[in-house]
């Protein structure tokens, strides 16, 4: 089915480990995104892609590595997760991002992601 | 940014009308506003969006002040589904910086059966 879609839905690691969470739409949309929600905090935005292969720092992006060598994938890995980056991780997409800049995001499931 | 300001919670009955405010009176020209909800244990879902005439779609209307100072998502029949956190967010067309939304922390919408 067309849509987003992340994966894995719950993930517990220990610190120091490396983590990857997995993102795939089926859009061909140019833009994707990763978000994390705390409470407390609300949702904050980790990195964006404009198009494959190109990629950018949002609010929060200390500890994490984006990679997009393909349109439909765009992977967020914690290179050594630490407690602190125990959330809710979710991946979003929308179309170019053209005039008049109204296109929605659509957005996964979330990965609920705790480090031990 | 424009700053959006919305309240914490609201409360509603089943099957009546629900009007969700939100103040934007920083908001520029070219922002345009846009409404996500967030059911529980979901990610946000886009509801409507507007720049400056009053708009409907299938799941509510949005509408505008003319000053363009504050909106109101209007939900017409509540249901228990629509239960959920609901977001407005200004999207400037300027752009520059980061892409994206930038959440604020919405109202929480209660609906009693």
């Known amino acids: 089915d067309a849509g987003i879609t992340q994966s894995p839905r719950y993930k517990i690691t220990e610190t120091g480990r490396q983590v990857t969470l997995m993102c795939h739409q089926t859009w061909s949309h140019s833009y994707m995104f990763w978000y994390r929600q705390d409470l407390g905090h609300g949702l904050r935005l980790i990195y964006y892609s404009a198009a494959a292969d190109i990629t950018d720092k949002g609010e929060v992006p200390d500890g994490y590595v984006v990679s997009r060598s393909k349109t439909e994938n765009f992977p967020l890995t914690l290179e050594s997760a630490t407690r602190s980056q125990t959330s809710v991780y979710f991946c979003a997409s929308s179309p170019n991002r053209g005039p008049p800049y109204n296109s929605p995001l659509h957005f996964g499931n979330g990965t609920r992601l705790t480090v031990t | 940014d424009a700053k959006t300001t919305q309240p914490n919670s609201m409360e509603s009955n089943e099957e009546e009308p629900v009007h969700l405010p939100c103040n934007h009176s920083?908001?520029?020209?070219?922002?345009?506003i846009h409404w996500y909800r967030q059911l529980p244990s979901q990610g946000p879902e886009y509801v409507i969006h507007g720049l400056t005439s009053n708009v409907n779609n299938r799941m509510a209307s949005l509408a505008i002040a003319e000053d363009r100072k504050s909106s109101t998502l209007i939900l017409h029949r509540a249901t228990l589904r629509d239960a959920a956190v609901y977001y407005c967010?200004?999207?400037?067309?300027?752009?520059?910086?980061?892409?994206?939304?930038?959440f604020g922390k919405g109202t929480h919408l209660i609906i009693q059966p």
């Open positions: 967010i200004l999207r400037s067309e300027s752009g520059g910086g980061a892409d994206g939304l930038t």
């Open positions: 920083t908001i520029s020209g070219t922002d345009y």
